[in-house]
């Protein structure tokens, strides 16, 4: 965890978890893109992120102690 790997790895992960709930909540709007409420949206987005680098601090200690991955 106290690795520039790790915070890579974690950053990297976070950056993809937040841009996969932008396309999700996009995604499954029925109105188009201009009509979404991206204040809410990017909530959404920095919460997933968050919870993302929480689940890699989670996943320190187990598998390459270099890596922010679970395996």
């Not at 890579?8 to 976070?14: L, Q, S, T, V």
């Not at 937040?18 to 109105?31: C, D, E, H, K, M």
Request: hydrophobic content about 55%.
């Amino acid at each position: 965890m106290f690795t520039i790997t790790f915070w890579k790895d974690a950053g990297e992960r976070a950056l993809r978890t937040a841009a996969q709930a932008l396309i999700a909540l996009w995604a499954t709007g029925v109105t188009g893109i201009l009509d979404v409420d991206w204040a809410q949206a990017g909530s959404v987005a920095v919460f997933a992120s968050v919870m993302s680098v929480l689940m890699s601090v989670a996943a320190t200690g187990r598998g390459n102690k270099e890596s922010a991955s679970i395996l």
